[in-house]
């Protein structure tokens, strides 16, 4: 009879922290790589059961009736899980009543496609001999260990396939990978029992270990996909000793730069940002971290008030914009727990801010003069500009030993005013002007949203307007003066389609004389 009665492996702590966030989830790994799932049939049922775990509180408990036949957990590595890896396959038993036999199966993936088929050539599935609990020489009601590497396998359907151990199956099959397996109890064969049942905890496969704690099977690192700018961002740490001692477990949070650290429950270890020391975690433990940090957000203020005058040649330009360009932030995790040590991180974009930009400038030789205040924060411009520009050749000395450069060029300024919250552009542009007198005012909210122009300008000019239901485009040539208003106010979001024109009052008013 095989002896599969053992405790000859030593098992170091080992811990792994998950990080659980609301929304999306990214593809991360848990405090174990394999998903798992109990069967549940009509006389028989597999459940978690707090009644006495091996390792935690929890464990899976396997029942069958007399009507029924057998009981199983169903276990699937995520990634699957290279045969030839498979160093360590072994589970701890506690035969409660009846004497169940039990059985291990592996699907294998021969083809790639990552999962098992019983009609494809190319994978295969590796069956354990059935035995008893009383011939695996394990007590009732006591914690056995049971080692997959003491069983002996058979491949199915195969009569070229000898019975052997694991470790012969891995050297005929170890180029195929492991994608399922099947732990299962079958009832006791004897008439007069009612029911066969047993505990099964701390299943070890390779490195993974699953104990069936509630939260063992929660990402390590997680994160939403997106958040908005300035919002709230909830973290859940869940850490878990899985060694077979208790330990020290030290979690270390690493916030990104762009997000500010707003609370955390418990609070980090004292005169730290970040790090908790948990001292002599039990096997099998859990506790989490809840960390709410909140992202950066533009606030802004300002206001620009300036005159210029001079003659000579010019250039201007200016930008003013309430958008703001979506980014990436990354925190990261980082667990110590004995000389096993785990790292994770989430990574969230942050949404763009819809707003408004201004931008203008003028350019030309000549006499020139501006007087000009913009007013800029986070939720809206204004600006009001005054420009007077006349025509003439000037030079410029670069050095006193050097030939002036002499220089002349049409006066030309540009406008654009958009508003993408509102899907409002004003854009004006003159060119190949001699004299130019140009004001205007504007403002660009997110309710009101206006532009006011006089102009006198011997040249040439482009004017479009863009507002939703409608456009204007103007070209002008000539010596002319003209005036314009428009004015968009937002009066109800949920403005009736028959109502819209009441929330822009005459899109584009212009006053022209040209001559």
């Known amino acids: 009879m095989d002896k599969l009665l053992h405790f000859n492996r030593s098992l170091s702590g080992m811990l792994i922290v998950l990080i659980c966030l609301q929304a999306i989830i990214l593809s991360s790994n848990g405090l174990t790589n394999m998903d798992y799932h109990l069967s549940r049939l009509k006389n028989a049922d597999a459940s978690v059961s707090a009644y006495h775990g091996f390792h935690g509180d929890n464990s899976a408990e396997l029942t069958i009736n007399r009507e029924g036949n057998y009981a199983r957990i169903y276990i699937y590595p995520d990634p699957p899980l290279q045969f030839e890896d498979l160093d360590q396959l072994s589970m701890w038993v506690n035969p409660l009543s009846g004497d169940g036999s039990i059985q291990v199966e592996l699907y294998l993936d021969g083809d790639g496609d990552d999962s098992y088929s019983s009609k494809n050539a190319g994978d295969a599935r590796i069956i354990s001999e059935k035995k008893t609990c009383s011939e695996a ?19 199915y359907k195969d009569n070229d396939f000898p019975m052997g151990s694991l470790d012969d199956c891995k050297s005929r099959l170890g180029n195929e990978r492991i994608v399922k397996i099947y732990i299962t109890v079958y009832k006791d064969k004897e008439i007069n029992v009612s029911q066969t049942s047993a505990l099964i905890d701390y299943i070890r496969i390779g490195d993974e270990i699953i104990s069936f704690e509630p939260l063992e099977k929660e990402d390590i690192k997680d994160g939403p996909s997106s958040a908005t700018p300035g919002g709230l961002i909830t973290y859940t740490i869940t850490y878990g000793n899985n060694g077979m001692e208790s330990v020290d477990v030290i979690v270390k949070e690493i916030f990104d730069p762009k997000t500010v650290f707003i609370a955390a429950y418990p609070s980090p270890d004292p005169g730290t940002f970040g790090t ?23 606030a802004a203020k300002g206001i620009i008030d300036g005159q210029v005058s001079g003659n000579g040649f010019m250039s201007r330009k200016g930008v003013l914009s309430t958008e703001f360009d979506s980014y990436i932030i990354t925190n990261r995790v980082f667990i110590e ?4 040590n785990y790292s994770a991180s989430a990574t969230t974009r942050i949404r763009p801010i819809i707003g408004s930009t201004l931008a203008f400038g003028e350019h030309g030789s000549g006499v020139y003069r501006s ?55 004003w854009s004006d542009r003159y060119y190949e002007g001699q004299d130019l007198n140009l004001s205007y005012q504007t403002q660009l909210g997110k309710t009101l949203s206006y532009l006011e122009t006089s102009a006198a300008f011997q040249g040439q000019a482009d004017r479009t307007a863009y507002w939703p239901g409608g456009f204007a485009d103007t070209h002008l040539t000539g010596n002319f003066s003209l005036t314009g208003g428009a004015r968009w106010r937002w009066a109800n979001k949920t403005i009736s389609p028959e109502k819209e024109w009441l929330a822009c009052s005459c899109p584009i008013e212009d006053s022209l004389i040209a001559s």
């Open 337 to 340: 727990a004995g000389e096993f």
């Open 371 to 425: 007087n000009e205040k913009l007013t800029y924060n986070s939720a809206s411009i204004s600006a009001e500009r005054q420009i007077l520009a006349e025509f003439s050749p000037c030079t410029i000395n670069q050095s006193p030993n050097s030939t002036p450069l002499f220089l002349q060029g049409d006066w030309s300024a540009n406008l654009r005013a958009e508003n993408d919250y509102r899907d409002i552009s």
């Open 276 to 298: 908790w020391t948990f001292h002599n975690l039990p096997p099998g433990a859990h506790g989490q971290i809840v960390i709410k940090m909140r992202t950066l957000k533009p």
């Open 137 to 155: 020489g394990m007590s009732s009601n006591t914690w056995n260990e049971l080692d997959g590497f003491d069983l002996q396998y058979n491949k």
